[in-house]
């Protein structure tokens, strides 16, 4: 059982990405699947999920608008789409399987089941 987030790169100011995570040994559709990232010096700290029950999708607020998350069950693979990169977008993104997803005060808290592998998104110009 593995997860494993792909699509990082460098990329420049205004620019966008999409990032992938993929599983091995499961199916992710069977799960709420959310993003997180980690920048140097912070806490990691969650940006998206989607629910398995519905699609329903979470954001945190500072990204909302700018950041999509969706899912391909042929591929067994959930997205994440990042638009209009920034400077402060700069981080190591993982993705995880949870158990729960909600957004209070513009802060998406989620229960964690298992983290994925992470990969590194860089905004420099």
């Known amino acids: 059982v593995q997860l494993q987030a792909s699509g990082g790169g460098l990329v420049q100011p205004g620019g966008s990405l999409r990032l992938s995570c993929a599983a091995s040994g499961f199916t992710l559709d069977n799960y709420d699947i959310a993003w997180f990232r980690q920048a140097p010096g912070k806490k990691r700290e969650g940006v998206s999920c989607?629910?398995?029950?519905?699609?329903?999708?979470s954001y945190k607020a500072s990204v909302k608008g700018r950041f999509t998350i969706s899912r391909d069950k042929a591929k067994n693979t959930v997205y994440l789409q990042i638009n209009n990169l920034k400077n402060e977008d700069t981080a190591v993104y993982y993705c995880a399987t949870a158990n729960s997803c909600t957004v209070v005060a513009g802060v998406l808290i989620v229960g964690v089941r298992i983290w994925g592998k992470g990969t590194q998104v860089t905004v420099s110009s």
């Open positions: 989607i629910s398995s029950s519905d699609g329903t999708t």
